[in-house]
């Protein structure tokens, strides 16, 4: 399709460079498409779902903050979460109260 620009009004340019624009987003939405499925196909192919790629990785969670010192070891400490450790285990076991482990 060969078209002289140089023929055309100053109103049938207008109206073809919108028309134009209009071509390019429904062609440029088209290839978007296109390239969101062929990357679902390649995430899934790994066994991966597109949003997991495309989220990031995840900020790791913050350490909780420590609540009871052994004083014993001032480098063992415990949050209060998860296992007791051995040195908690033992205390108790000898009578003490966790609560004079309190930092």
């Not at 679902?40 to 609540?67: C, I, M, V």
């Not at 040195?87 to 609560?99: L, V």
Request: hydrophobic letters at 40%.
């Amino acid at each position: 399709m060969t078209l002289n620009l140089d023929t055309l009004s100053r109103k049938e340019l207008e109206t073809l460079r919108a028309d134009v624009e209009k071509a390019l987003s429904r062609v440029g939405a088209r290839e978007l498409k296109a390239a969101r499925d062929a990357a679902a196909k390649a995430a899934a192919e790994f066994g991966f779902s597109l949003d997991e790629l495309t989220s990031g990785p995840k900020a790791p969670k913050a350490k909780a903050a420590a609540k009871y010192r052994n004083p014993a070891d001032d480098f063992q400490t415990w949050s209060g979460r998860g296992r007791k450790p051995q040195w908690i285990k033992d205390a108790e076991d000898a009578g003490k109260d966790i609560a004079s482990f309190a930092i």
